[in-house]
């Protein structure tokens, strides 16, 4: 921005500071990925991909990649249609009382995700859903609908409510006004939800500690077992993979969001 | 756009309550098939409430809406088939000009080939084909305004509301888009409401004119009856610029009165008027005044001096102040001015007992 008071060299150092704090820890995983050990370390006489060919040839860890992204998948389906309609519906009714409802669909993001799963342990329990497909992507889809209720009640804030009259006004019912009104004009909204819920479900460990034992083994999971059990450096190129995986969506996200402006 | 089938509009004691506030109260007017009705008053007055219920976005609390005698106060706005121009256009964004205005013909499920014609012809009428493939951000916002008319228009509604739809432009702009506007309005031969607070506009493009006041229609006429014969002190003050002369019923005749204002006597033309010893009210238009030289002499005269004056291309604007009615303004117009205005001239006025109209205080109209 013009105009602004140039930083001090105090504001400078913190700041900057606080972004390699914030980017160390990741970062570091990049070159432990390309060591030439055997052994999760930094690399000593060369650089070597030799734990990237391991890890993409192995059986376990692409079932596990492939399992993780049907279940991101699953459940980003079913928070983005509940978050959607939630989110419509709270601002069409437009109360107070929506208010409510519009609270209550953040819970997921305010309790502890470690109090969510001992309640969900033992409901799932009794509705045969542990350790099942359907159980984990069920959890992640709940637990992914805040994000997009708060995106899409977002976008919805910036619609002009005189477009959804003005469709109304010339003969549109209110499937019609969705579909080519309202719909449109969020889907930015709409996308980023989808981004942040496939992203929530993504690499969320604690819930499928809890419900998912041996049939359902997460990429989280994986990798929280290979920690404890063995120091393998594939676990690097595991995390190097994800967090490319990661920025990739939320430079997606980005330009969703450029593109709405 | 043809076999031209205009609806005639009807609202019956139309109230409506927002908690113990009146926004509209108990409104009742008509307009016929094909007539140019405007809705004028103050911010607040109501107009956006009115045309809201008409279109059937706001539920009235009381009274009834009726489309050629048949009571529509309770169907949908998306089942009243009238055209509407929102304040600010409400036009789709996401969408091109051409898709805009197919969005009335897409609704109903017309096929392509017909949606594209009837488009092309829509934007014809506001001579915007070229701008087919534009979004409405690239247009301006005299452009993005006949858009707005061409998708009302599109699927040949009845009745056209039209809330404010000028209100965003430029005077230059307005001017023109008054005139497409009322031409519009000859051509496709709709019944067409109009909302505005710019009397010109009222009084440019209607056949007839509403006025509104805190919710209450106080006036409703054709321009030139509302302009010329205004029944209340709000009338003639929010239709044009008056002067207001205060004074007291002397004598009454068959064709005038004569009022006292201090030293003043004054005859007032017309048949109706308040009994001996009643305070009256006068609306007398700038316009109607004129400057009296030398020996000249009119029914009534008064004398006084320029206390501040405006020179405004067409003409001067004169505030002379008076002893016995305050300060009156005076139109003169510039050409061949018989003055040259300074401030402290002494003058005389003169205007004949038909000039003035008598009109009621607000608080006596209601
Ligand atoms: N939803 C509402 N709740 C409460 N009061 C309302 C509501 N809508 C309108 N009003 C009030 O009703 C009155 C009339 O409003 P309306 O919008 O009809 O005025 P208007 O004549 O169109 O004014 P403007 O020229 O400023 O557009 C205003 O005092 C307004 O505050
Ligand atoms: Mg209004």
Known sequence: MNGGYPAGPLARSIAWATVLYLLLPITIVIPV??????????????????????????????ASIQQSFWIALGSTLIAVTAGTLCAIGC?????????????????PLIIPAIVYAIGLYRWFGTLDLLDR?????????????????????????????????AARGMGASLGQTLRWVILPRIAPGIASGAIFAFIHSWDELVLVLFIASRNVFTLPRKIWDGINENLDPSMAAVAVLLIVFTVALLALDGALRARRQ | MSAPVAHALELRGLSKRYGSFIAV?????????????????????????????????VAPSEGAVLLDGADITGLSPERRDFGMVFQGYALFPHMTVAE?????????????????????????LVQLAAFAGRRPSQLSGGQQQRVALAR?????????????????????????????????????????????????????????VAILNHGRLVQMG???????RPRTRFVADFLGKSNFLQGTVREVGATGMALQAGATRLVQAGAAHPAPGRPALLSLRPEKIGLLAGA??????????????????????LSVRTADLGEIRVALPAWRAPIAPREGLPVRLGWAADAAVPVLEDADAA
Do not use: C
């Open chain 1, 33 to 62: 990925s390309v060591t030439d050990q055997r052994y999760l370390s930094l690399p000593e006489h060369g650089i070597s991909f030799r734990h990237y060919a391991n890890l993409l040839g192995s059986e376990s860890w692409l």
């Open chain 1, 91 to 107: 601002w069409r009714i437009g109360r107070r009382s929506t208010e409510l409802v519009r609270a209550l669909m953040l819970l």
């Open chain 1, 133 to 165: 497909f359907l159980g984990v992507t069920l959890a992640h889809g709940v637990t992914g609908i805040p994000y997009v209720v708060i995106t899409v009640s977002t976008a919805l804030a910036a619609f002009d409510p005189r477009l959804e009259q």
């Open chain 2, 25 to 57: 109260d108990a409104v009742s007017l008509r307009v016929d098939r094909g007539q140019f009705l405007t809705l004028l008053g103050p911010s607040g007055s109501g107009k956006t409430t009115i045309l809201m219920a008409i279109a059937g976005f």
């Open chain 2, 100 to 124: 805009n205005v197919a969005f009335p013909l897409r609704v109903r499920g017309l096929s392509r080939a017909d949606r594209d014609a009837r488009v092309r012809g829509a934007l014809d």
């Open chain 2, 152 to 208: 009302a228009l599109v699927f040949d509604p009845a009745l056209l509301l039209l809330d404010e739809p000028l209100s965003a432009l430029d005077k230059k702009l307005r001017a023109e888009l008054q005139d497409e506007l009322k031409a519009l309005h000859r051509r496709v031969g709709r019944t067409f409401v109009n909302v505005t607070h710019d009397q010109e506009e009222a009084l440019s493009l209607s056949d007839q």
């Open chain 2, 222 to 228: 054709a321009p030139e009856a509302l302009y010329e």
């Open chain 2, 296 to 317: 000249e002499t009119a029914e009534n005269e008064v004398a006084g001096t320029i206390a501040s004056w405006a020179y405004l291309g067409a003409g001067y604007s």
